[in-house]
Every structure is written in C-alpha cells, then in structure tokens.
Nanobody
Framework: QVELVESGGGLVQAGDSLRLSCAAS????????MGWFRQAPGKEREFVAA???????LYADSMKGRFTISRDNAKNTVYLQMNSLKPEDTAVYYC?????????????????WGQGTQVTVSS
C-alpha cells in the first residue's frame, strides 16, 4: 500500500512558477513509477508527466519545456516544477503511482492516488 500526499499548490499569476511536492509512504517507493495528472472543472483527468525508478520521464506535449518532474528516492518524494504558468494550467493536480517501470499516460494504469492540490493561475 502506498499513501501519497501532495503539497505546494496555490494561487499565482500568469508567468509565475510553482513547485509541487508529493510525499509517499512505503518502503518500495524507489521502484514505483510516479506521475502527475490534473483535472480542471468540467474536464477529464489529464496526464501531465511521469518518472520511473531510473528517472526516465514522459511529458504531455503541452507541458514539455515548461514542467519538469523529478524524484528524490531518499526522501520518498516526487516533484513537479511548473514554470511559465498559464491560466489554462488551473486545475487540481494529483500525484499518482504505479508499481511497474513502464511509463503510462492513462489514469486507469495507476494504482495509487493522492487527494490533490489546487493550482490556480490568474491572468
């Protein structure tokens, strides 16, 4: 069982940066693929980025160059650095985990989810 707790969300202005953190419980964190999804009001949950245990990464096309996912296995934490934020980035951001190394972009491929953290970008 893995528990995920996100932090770092908030209200920022367009062009600002924000770093989200996700603290994970469990002794096998280092072997999990970790991901970030987001969900805006009235929209489906959307893939943002993923990183596996050897730090291979995958990004949604619209986030490439602006968002960076990273992990610190010693701290059982995964991060999402978000730069040049836009109002359309406004959403609840969810941390997620799956127990294999294959990077996936579909929510159903992930086994564990955090409660989410709100990111609001004003224009």
């Amino acid at each position: 069982q893995v528990e995920l707790v996100e932090s770092g969300g908030g209200l920022v202005q367009a062009g600002d940066s924000l770093r989200l953190s996700c603290a994970a419980s469990g002794r096998t964190f280092s072997t999990y693929t970790m991901g970030w999804f987001r969900q805006a009001p009235g929209k489906e949950r959307e893939f943002v980025a993923a990183i596996n245990w050897i730090s291979n990464t995958l990004y949604a096309d619209s986030m490439k160059g602006r968002f960076t996912i990273s992990r610190d296995n010693a701290k059982n934490t995964v991060y999402l650095q978000m730069n040049s934020l836009k109002p359309e980035d406004t959403a609840v951001y969810y941390c997620t985990a799956r127990s294999t190394a294959v990077l996936r972009t579909t929510p159903n491929d992930y086994h564990y989810w955090g409660q989410g953290t709100q990111v609001t970008v004003s224009s």
